[in-house]
């Protein structure tokens, strides 16, 4: 299988799904390498602490530890299709990020309101003050990302296509 190349195809005629994909901007280079690494890393953190807590502390607060194992499955979900970038992942990583902004709102909000009923710490608590806030602002960078990552695709697409005529 011929390696992809960073040069144009020599088809000026070349769609832009033939392009080699290391002319395509994608979610998962550059900058997002980080993201993913992130995410990754919070997708660990996050499922290693719900285990914990539901295996060895499920009767102290059985709603909040299974928000945060929630909260680790969205992460590995975020993650993979962000690394992964073909439209189909960055679709469902877009719902991930989405999802995970709304859920540490909610859980936030909640945990502030009502802390009877977070007694214990978890992912999305308190805005996720126990990860640095990282789940606060994290999915506001990966949905930016996606959307930064779109528009470059979208004016490299439309290059190609003025190309070819």
Do not use: C, N
């Not at 992912?123 to 990860?131: D, L, P, R």
């Amino acid at each position: 299988m011929p390696e992809p190349t960073s040069s144009s195809s020599s088809s000026p005629a070349a769609s832009p799904e033939s392009r080699p994909v290391t002319d395509r901007p994608h979610t998962g280079h550059g900058f997002g390498r980080l993201l993913v690494a992130v995410y990754g890393l919070l997708a660990l953190a996050a499922t290693g602490r719900s285990i914990l807590q539901i295996v060895e502390y499920f009767d102290r607060a059985p709603v909040p530890f299974l928000l945060s194992a929630l909260a680790a499955l969205i992460y590995l979900v975020a993650t993979v299709g962000l690394a992964r970038g073909d439209r189909a992942s960055v679709r469902l990583a877009t719902i991930a990020l989405t999802v995970e902004l709304v859920g540490v709102l909610t859980v936030g909000i909640w945990s502030v309101v009502d802390p009877v009923a977070f007694p214990e710490k978890t992912v999305w608590s308190h805005f996720g003050q126990g990860y640095g806030y990282v789940p606060l602002v994290l999915p506001l960078v990966g949905l930016w990302w996606i959307r930064r990552t779109a528009r470059a695709t979208a004016a490299s697409d439309a290059d190609v296509a003025r190309s070819a005529h």
